[in-house]
């Protein structure tokens, strides 16, 4: 199951769960009949005068006051599961609520301003707020698995506990097709659920979008010089690492002149055609032209660890000469000191 934002309207945000086919009955009962609850109440044995009766604790069902739905009122849908997405966080659920622990604090008020973040980007609307808890406005979930259009509204506060900081989300006001109703313990569980998804969706989003950046900075400051492979030939070798590299070279290479025609990261292969740029490219790059012809060539790198080597053959499989290599340093260089 997975969000989609669909529709805000004023301070009411809607979200859309989709779901698999089949009407929301067939989706949310059992496929047999109901005859069971038909059944008879079970009536006391009666024993023949004199008899003495022998009892078997083996199917013994224990005694206790026990409640729920029985018969198509019987939600069989799995239980929702909470995105993992916050390193080092854990999860616990208890009463249909869902807390999220995490061991220091700094990490507690990242999530904290994601929360607030997920919040505003959405379009949830904020009741009430202090620095500890928030009540959020009204929001409506449309699934196929329901019948009605759900409302709900939400406590999300931050807590203390053992050395240890969290986050709680509860649901706290439920309606149904507009109408405010108790809500089940099942509805509780799942729809809090979907609310801390949210949360930990946006969170992840954010941890992605830094980690992009990062790569992005540290290929600005990686040193490249010639040096050789684990053979002894000639390479050039840039000091970062294979993955950092990898992922900035779609942006550096057809600023040199190279239109990519395959990649493999894998096997470390990119495959481009190469043609010769004009003189403001050379001027706006401040170093002399490479003497390329223009053809296929096949780029190989190499992980090397915390470096990455980078080597070229031609179009018959042939390496560059050690000259050429070097005179592409200090092109890549300036290119990546330009990202």
Same mark, same amino acid.
């Given at each position: 199951?997975?969000?989609?934002?669909?529709?805000?309207?004023?301070?009411?945000?809607?979200?859309?769960?989709?779901?698999?086919?089949?009407?929301?009955?067939?989706?949310?009962?059992?496929?047999?009949?109901?005859?069971?609850?038909?059944?008879?109440?079970?009536?006391?044995?009666?024993?023949?005068?004199?008899?003495?009766?022998?009892?078997?604790?083996?199917?013994?069902?224990?005694?206790?006051?026990?409640?729920?739905?029985?018969?198509?009122?019987?939600?069989?849908?799995?239980?929702?599961?909470?995105?993992?997405?916050?390193?080092?966080?854990?999860?616990?659920?208890?009463?249909?609520?869902?807390?999220?622990?995490?061991?220091?604090?700094?990490?507690?008020?990242?999530?904290?301003?994601?929360?607030?973040?997920?919040?505003?980007?959405?379009?949830?609307?904020?009741?009430?707020?202090?620095?500890?808890?928030?009540?959020? /406005?009204?929001?409506?979930?449309?699934?196929?698995?329901?019948?009605?259009?759900?409302?709900?509204?939400?406590?999300?506060?931050?807590?203390?506990?053992?050395?240890?900081?969290?986050?709680?989300?509860?649901?706290?006001?439920?309606?149904? /097709?507009?109408?405010?109703?108790?809500?089940?313990?099942?509805?509780?569980?799942?729809?809090?659920?979907?609310?801390?998804?949210?949360? +930990?969706?946006?969170? /992840?989003?954010?941890?992605?979008?830094?980690?992009?950046?990062?790569?992005?900075?540290?290929?600005?400051?990686?040193?490249?010089?010639?040096? +050789?492979?684990?053979?002894?030939?000639?390479?050039?070798?840039? !000091?970062?690492?294979?993955?950092?590299?990898?992922?900035?070279?779609?942006?550096?290479?057809?600023?040199?002149?190279?239109?990519?025609?395959? !990649?493999?990261?894998?096997?470390?292969?990119?495959?481009?055609?190469?043609?010769?740029?004009?003189?403001?490219?050379?001027?706006?790059?401040?170093?002399?032209?490479?003497?390329?012809?223009?053809?296929?060539?096949?780029?190989?790198?190499?992980?090397?660890?915390?470096?990455?080597?980078?080597?070229?053959?031609?179009?018959?499989?042939?390496?560059?000469?050690?000259?050429?290599?070097?005179?592409?340093?200090?092109?890549?260089?300036?290119?990546?000191?330009?990202?």
């Amino acid at each position: 199951m997975k969000f989609t934002h669909q529709l805000v309207i004023s301070s009411l945000a809607v979200f859309v769960l989709s779901a698999c086919s089949g009407g929301a009955s067939q989706r949310r009962q059992a496929k047999d009949d109901f005859e069971y609850l038909e059944t008879p109440a079970l009536k006391e044995w009666q024993l023949p005068q004199g008899a003495t009766p022998q009892f078997y604790p083996n199917y013994e069902i224990p005694n206790g006051d026990f409640s729920g739905g029985v018969g198509p009122i019987v939600d069989i849908r799995p239980p929702q599961q909470v995105l993992e997405l916050i390193p080092g966080a854990r999860v616990e659920r208890q009463n249909g609520e869902v807390t999220l622990w995490l061991i220091r604090q700094d990490e507690a008020n990242k999530v904290w301003q994601t929360v607030l973040t997920m919040l505003d980007e959405r379009n949830i609307g904020i009741v009430s707020q202090t620095d500890t808890v928030l009540e959020t /406005d009204w929001v409506s979930w449309t699934s196929e698995d329901e019948v009605v259009e759900l409302g709900s509204r939400y406590l999300i506060s931050r807590i203390e506990a053992n050395n240890r900081f969290g986050f709680k989300i509860s649901l706290i006001d439920w309606r149904e /097709d507009g109408k405010e109703l108790p809500v089940s313990m099942t509805n509780k569980e799942r729809y809090n659920v979907f609310m801390t998804n949210l949360v +930990t969706s946006r969170y /992840d989003t954010d941890l992605r979008e830094e980690a992009a950046r990062k790569a992005q900075e540290l290929v600005k400051q990686i040193p490249i010089t010639m040096g +050789t492979d684990r053979s002894g030939f000639p390479v050039i070798i840039a !000091r970062t690492s294979y993955d950092v590299l990898w992922q900035r070279l779609p942006d550096i290479l057809p600023k040199m002149g190279f239109t990519l025609e395959e !990649r493999n990261q894998s096997q470390g292969t990119i495959k481009a055609k190469y043609a010769a740029s004009d003189d403001a490219f050379w001027e706006e790059v401040g170093v002399k032209p490479i003497e390329l012809k223009d053809g296929t060539y096949t780029f190989l790198f190499g992980d090397l660890g915390n470096r990455t080597s980078i080597n070229i053959t031609n179009s018959a499989g042939k390496p560059v000469e050690e000259a050429l290599l070097k005179d592409m340093v200090p092109i890549l260089s300036a290119i990546v000191e330009q990202q």
